[in-house]
């Protein structure tokens, strides 16, 4: 079964250093998505991507973010200048269509110390 | 705008004890409605959803849902619950248009007392 792959599954980095979070989404879907869970928090979505451009960003997806597709395949989460409050799991999501199910990854947790 | 509330962020029941998750939407525009469950430390997977059509909907591990527009719920139901079904469940919500982000609730975690 078709699945959306994240790695790493666990990235610890220091504050103020730059991570790159990668996905690969499924195959034929065209929409990319990236969402984040604090610990203990619900899912909040940072931002949908589609024709190569960002759809949408929610309001935590500020300067210090950006999204990229580089290939064909790839779909990565850039996080410039890490803050610990960037400590969270990273969710990547995939959808063939705006507004049908999505397919989320496993997940990276990130560690900001 | 788009939002959901899930009703208890903690539900225990006993095994073989119904399961009730209660959600309520609000969307000024027809919903797309899913529930997703989180096992821990693990990723997101999708129960079932509700997009057009029949309003009852099954999803898996015997879970199902009902969508009724005039009381903006969609509860999640379970005749008889297993000890493999303890996790976080999610009710999310979406509208049909391009790359429409999904509005999750605040999730509730289910426990089955043996």
């Known amino acids: 079964e078709p699945e959306v792959t994240q790695t790493p599954s666990h990235q610890v980095t220091q504050m103020g250093q730059e991570v790159i979070l990668r996905c690969v989404p499924i195959?034929?879907?065209?929409?990319f998505y990236w969402y984040r869970q604090i610990l203990g928090q619900k899912v909040e979505f940072l931002v949908s991507?589609?024709?190569?451009?960002?759809?949408?960003k929610s309001e935590i997806f500020d300067d210090q973010f950006s999204v990229e597709r580089p290939d064909g395949s790839n779909f990565t989460l850039k996080i410039r200048s890490t803050k610990l409050e960037d400590s969270a799991m990273y969710f990547c999501?995939?959808?063939?269509?705006?507004?049908?199910?999505?397919?989320f990854g496993q997940g990276t947790r990130l560690t900001v110390v | 705008a788009q939002s959901v509330t899930q009703l208890g962020s903690h539900v225990s029941v006993s095994e073989g004890a119904l399961v009730l998750l209660r959600c309520n939407y609000s969307?000024?525009?027809?919903?797309?409605l899913f529930w997703y469950v989180q096992y821990p430390n693990q990723g997101l997977q999708l129960l079932l959803k509700?997009?057009?059509?029949?309003?009852l909907v099954k999803g898996i591990n015997g879970f199902e849902a009902e969508f009724k527009k005039s009381e903006t719920s969609f509860h999640l139901t379970k005749p008889s619950a297993h000890m493999s079904d303890a996790a976080e469940y999610f009710c999310?919500?979406?509208?049909?248009?391009?790359?429409?982000?999904?509005?999750f609730g605040s999730g509730t975690r289910l426990s089955i007392r043996p």
């Open positions: 999310a919500v979406s509208r049909y248009s391009s790359a429409s982000k999904i509005i």
């Open positions: 969307s000024s525009v027809p919903p797309y």
């Open positions: 991507f589609y024709n190569n451009e960002i759809s949408e």
């Open positions: 999501a995939s959808s063939e269509k705006g507004g049908s199910e999505a397919f």
């Open positions: 195959s034929n879907h065209l929409y």
């Open positions: 509700y997009t057009t059509g029949a309003t």
